[in-house]
């Protein structure tokens, strides 16, 4: 089974910046897709970044051109860079981590549906 634990969360100024991580225990292969959600009390989980073992990624809207998805894969650590942030980005973080069959491609998915795999999350708070 695939564990997932997130961490850089904290409290920051709007303008400011913030790097998740994201650490993984587990056998990690090609076929696969790793993406960031929030959060929000009261509303659905949110599809904010996602990458798979191809390379490819996908952004939310809210998002694009503020935050970047990467990878450190001898480590097994995934990052979210979070630039030039607003008080609408304030929520709870997750990491989440879907694998299929060797041999078949994976592609980026902003639904959670789509994965298997959940962190614990990570609050961000961002004050104006």
């Known amino acids: 089974q695939v564990q997932l634990v997130e961490s850089g969360g904290g409290s920051v100024q709007a303008g400011g910046s913030l790097r998740l991580s994201c650490a993984a225990s587990?056998?990690?292969?090609?076929?696969?897709?790793m993406a960031w959600f929030r959060q929000v009390p009261g509303k659905e989980r949110e599809g904010v970044a996602c990458?798979?073992?191809?390379?490819?990624?996908a952004y939310a809207d809210s998002v694009k051109g503020r935050f970047t998805i990467s990878q450190d894969n001898p480590k097994n650590t995934l990052y979210l860079q979070m630039d030039s942030l607003k008080p609408e980005d304030t929520a709870m973080y997750y990491c989440?981590?879907?694998?299929?069959?060797?041999?078949?491609?994976?592609?980026?998915?902003?639904?959670?549906?789509?994965?298997?795999?959940w962190g614990q999350g990570t609050q961000v708070t961002v004050s104006s």
């Open positions: 990458i798979t073992g191809y390379r490819e990624t």
């Open positions: 587990g056998n990690f292969y090609r076929n696969y897709r």
């Open positions: 989440a981590a879907y694998f299929t069959t060797p041999g078949t491609r994976t592609s980026c998915s902003l639904l959670q549906g789509n994965y298997a795999y």
